[in-house]
């Protein structure tokens, strides 16, 4: 097996971003080998014990590319609601399907559990979505919320976030009266490109 062009590319690229920031978000449409050129960029960073969350359907696919192509590094590949059963350390972590993590304005377990994971273990962390905020672009928050060196690091919570980022909503129903955080700017976008390939 060997990569694509356009994948090798993104390879390259991703060591700059990684070496930079720690994370980097692939942002490529599905059938484009995602996987494969996630586990390409662990191998060129010289990772040792790879740790990949994904659906549990997903997990056969995962580890044919990873034999197939034979890589060095230890892969563990699992789902999200697994986590809890994994011994680290891990020195990379790849987070398929990263817009699952996008829940807001509080965040999900899984967007809890993969930032504790983080900074439990301080991986280099490649994200991976084919549609990385497909109803808002709050959804990006909680994505990265838990990559220390994110563009919103320094808000504490999407709500001092959402202050700069998103324009919110009042919604009247029933009788009550809530915060509609759904329009979020296009400035989220603007402020993830030097991450996101």
Do not use: W
């Not at 590094?73 to 817009?99: C, Q, R, T, W």
């Amino acid at each position: 097996m060997k990569l694509r062009e356009y994948q090798a590319e993104i390879v390259n690229r991703s060591l700059e971003v990684l070496s930079a920031f720690r994370f980097v978000y692939l942002a490529m449409e599905v059938r484009t080998g995602k996987t494969l050129t996630s586990l390409s960029i662990a191998q060129k960073m010289d990772a040792k014990r790879v740790l990949f969350l994904t659906k549990k359907k997903a997990i056969s696919s995962i580890e044919d590319d990873y034999f197939n192509f034979g890589f060095d590094f230890d892969l563990v590949a699992i789902n999200y609601e697994s986590m809890h059963k994994i011994k680290g350390p891990f020195d990379f972590l790849i987070l398929d399907e990263a817009h699952g993590m996008g829940a807001y304005p509080k965040p999900s377990k899984r967007a809890k559990d993969v930032k504790n994971f983080i900074s439990q273990y301080d991986p280099l962390v490649v994200l991976l979505s084919g549609t990385p905020t497909p109803e808002s672009y709050s959804q990006m928050y909680h994505q990265v919320y838990g990559t220390p060196n994110n563009p919103f690091s320094r808000y504490g919570n999407f709500y001092k976030f959402a202050k700069d980022y998103v324009d919110v909503q009042k919604r009247h129903f029933n009788g009550f009266v809530s915060n509609d955080y759904s329009n979020g700017k296009k400035s989220i976008t603007d402020m993830m490109k030097r991450y996101t390939l």
